[in-house]
């Protein structure tokens, strides 16, 4: 009883070794083949296009950009090797613009637009898994998604990325509104005539520390407001525009002039202004030449002549003209006559 009792204890244990290892074997198993599928639908995925880097590229009007499309072809991947770079449109009823493409180791340059001028494929070898774009000279106009499209049949995988083309901002103009007198309202304005928006503008004074809290700046618009002006915010002021392509900026020196000194440059300069160039009559004391007569204005009746002139001279030496001239006009005389109400003429 005993020996059948063992005999029985040994063969159920003997089974449930067999039952853990069938177990375990078809575990193992179930994983391989888990494998081999994944393997080869990796394989069967075929081309994949490898480039990383951000989706949105900015830069600046008139330099250049390379877009990436770097590419690994599958296993599977043996038909003949085509590349194709598009700008798509935004509208999507309308056809996409083929750029550049590559196929059967020749390369294409599609269209004569203008935005075709200085395209070219980054590697002299497209077909060594690199299919990157450059564009050497941008302007806005070259502003939109582009396309990369990899295909070696039965593989195809492509990739999009937007370029954004933007003007840096001009150098700004600097300029003050108001009369930079103490206790007046004072603005300093910053203003650049080019540039992509959004802009930004920033002042900061160079000289005497910051600017006081008590002015406000508007970053949008570049205006500095100073509501009561004082010698505390006098200084040379720095204004700097920034978009995300370009800096420049514009520098300002601004006063704190008192009312009393203004006041009197003020009148000063009016006084220069109405009395610097007045003519100025001669003194008094300058020498009459000896052929000047009495103002014919006072006896206009009267013609003077040299005292002692005589009937055969027909012109006179003297002058018949207002203080005034300074040309002298021979006038032709009569002989001297005695006038009974001035006497005779000298």
Same mark, same amino acid.
């Given at each position: /009883?005993? &020996? ?14 067999v039952?853990?290892?069938?177990v375990?074997?078809?575990f193992?198993?179930?994983? $391989? ?7 080869k ?9 490898? /480039?990383?880097?951000p ?10 950009v +390379?877009?990436?499309?770097?590419? &690994? ?7 003949e ?7 798509l449109?935004?509208?999507?009823? $309308?056809?996409d ?8 180791? &020749?390369?294409?340059l599609h269209?004569?637009?203008a935005?075709?001028?200085?395209l @070219?494929?980054t590697?002299?070898?497209p ?7 450059s ?7 070259? /502003? ?6 990899v295909?070696?049949? %039965?593989?195809?995988?492509? !990739? ?11 150098a700004?103009?600097c ?9 007046e309202a004072?603005?300093?304005?910053c203003?650049?005539?080019? =540039?992509s928006?959004?802009?930004k503008?920033?002042? !900061?004074?160079?000289?005497? =520390?910051?600017?006081?809290? +008590?002015?406000t $700046? ?6 500095l407001?100073? @509501? ?17 392509v ?8 601004l ?6 000194d ?5 009148r ?6 109405h009395n610097?160039?007045i003519?100025?009559?001669? %003194?008094?004391?300058?020498p009459?030449? !000896?052929?000047? /007569?009495?103002s014919?204005?006072?006896h ?5 002549? $040299?005292?002692?002139?005589?009937? =055969? ?10 203080r ?9 005389? +009569? ?12």
């Amino acid at each position: /009883s005993l &020996t059948r009792k063992h005999v029985h204890q040994a063969s159920t244990s003997s089974r449930a070794c067999v039952t853990r290892s069938a177990v375990i074997k078809g575990f193992f198993f179930t994983m $391989q083949m888990i494998f081999l599928v994944l393997h080869k639908l990796r394989c069967a995925q075929g081309m994949q296009v490898t /480039s990383t880097g951000p989706q949105t590229i900015q830069t600046a009007e008139g330099e250049g950009v +390379t877009l990436g499309c770097r590419y &690994t072809p599958g296993t599977l991947d043996t038909g003949e090797l085509d590349i194709e770079w598009s700008m798509l449109s935004p509208d999507t009823t $309308q056809k996409d613009q083929m750029l550049m493409s590559y196929s059967s180791g &020749t390369k294409y340059l599609h269209g004569n637009h203008a935005l075709a001028k200085g395209l @070219s494929f980054t590697a002299h070898d497209p077909s060594m898994g690199d299919a990157s774009l450059s564009i050497a000279l941008l302007s806005p106009a070259h /502003s939109a998604t582009y396309q990369c499209k990899v295909k070696k049949s %039965p593989g195809v995988d492509m !990739r999009k990325v937007s370029l954004v083309v933007m003007v840096k901002p001009s150098a700004p103009k600097c300029w003050v509104e108001g009369g930079e007198l103490v206790g007046e309202a004072v603005a300093l304005h910053c203003q650049s005539a080019k =540039g992509s928006t959004p802009l930004k503008y920033t002042w !900061r004074r160079e000289s005497a =520390g910051p600017i006081p809290a +008590t002015a406000t $700046q508007n970053s949008v618009t570049g205006e500095l407001k100073i @509501s009561n002006h004082s010698q505390s915010f006098a200084g040379i002021y720095r204004c700097e525009v920034n978009n995300a392509v370009g800096t420049e900026h514009c520098m300002i020196n601004l006063r704190a002039n008192k009312h009393l000194d203004f006041i009197l440059l003020s009148r000063l300069s009016l006084w220069l202004c109405h009395n610097l160039f007045i003519d100025v009559p001669p %003194p008094e004391s300058r020498p009459v030449s !000896r052929h000047t /007569s009495r103002s014919t204005n006072q006896h206009p009746q009267v013609t003077y002549c $040299q005292v002692g002139g005589t009937e =055969g001279s027909s012109f006179s030496e003297g002058c018949a003209h207002p203080r005034s001239s300074n040309s002298c006009t021979p006038v032709k005389c +009569t002989p001297v006559e005695y006038d009974s109400k001035y006497g005779y003429a000298v």
